[in-house]
């Protein structure tokens, strides 16, 4: 019986990591298996992410983030809506950065986005949460609410500020 915790990706990791799957029988079909998911998803990634996508990539990594932390459709929802809002430059890299920030404080926390950033940075990203909690609309809001839904946020961030979704 094959066990996926932690995600088929991890999983066919780990088969490969272990080295099991190296003798002919059922796990050598299932790392034939990864190695072909592997191959077609290189494929997908052929022509590469979108600029503003990419743009998102580097502020994040910029704020101590690793893009890869981020789930696509969190990458791709955030620039729906920088997108959204042309007359403010859409998804420029101001912009992404903007956003980047925020989403790597509530995805680290106070203290470790502190370090990485400093506490100017910190106490910005935090007022930008009290003002969206107390808004309840907004660029803001939504990207929290995003955060939120996509479940990417710090337990620290949710207590301290009592998020939760309706």
């Known amino acids: 019986m094959t066990s996926w915790a932690g995600g088929r990706a991890a999983w066919c990791a780990k088969l490969i990591e272990t080295g099991r799957g190296s003798e002919a029988g059922p796990e050598q079909l299932q790392l034939q298996e990864c190695d072909r998911v592997g191959s077609m998803l290189g494929l997908l990634e052929l022509f590469g992410a979108s600029r503003p996508v990419q743009r998102l990539d580097r502020a994040l990594r910029a704020i101590g983030v690793h893009p890869r932390l981020v789930p696509g459709a969190v990458k791709i929802a955030t620039i729906r809506q920088l997108e959204s809002r042309p007359r403010q430059g859409g998804a420029d890299e101001t912009a992404c950065a903007h956003a980047a920030a925020l989403l790597g404080y509530l995805m680290h ?3 470790i986005f502190t370090e990485d950033n400093g506490a100017l940075a910190a106490a910005g990203a935090e007022d930008r949460i009290m003002a969206a909690i107390g808004a309840g609309t907004g660029p803001d809001a939504r990207l929290v609410l995003l955060a939120l839904h996509a ?3 710090a337990q620290e961030v ?3 500020y009592r998020l939760e979704v309706d």
């Open 151 to 153: 479940g990417i946020v």
């Open 109 to 111: 926390g106070q203290q």
């Open 158 to 160: 949710i207590d301290d």
